[in-house]
């Protein structure tokens, strides 16, 4: 009767695996008519909400700078923190 005990006792749930700490990017696009897209420069933040204020006040200052020849653009993007960061 043991057997049919286990059979229908509930499992224990594994615990998720914790995701691995992030690392929280801006990078900054150029692209101009004739020459395609390059990365500019790509910045670093401690967290989301920083990274995404950053690249939120680039771009409204980038509009004012911006033509249909050449413009900037910030994107943001989260990237796994590499061991020894």
Known sequence: MSGMKSRFRPKSQKSPKPSPPQTW???IIESEAGWG???????EFPSEEKAVAYATKFNEDAKRYNTDEHHFHASVLAKPRTTGS
């Open 25 to 27: 990017c801006v990078e």
């Open 37 to 43: 897209m390059r990365l500019d420069e790509r910045l």
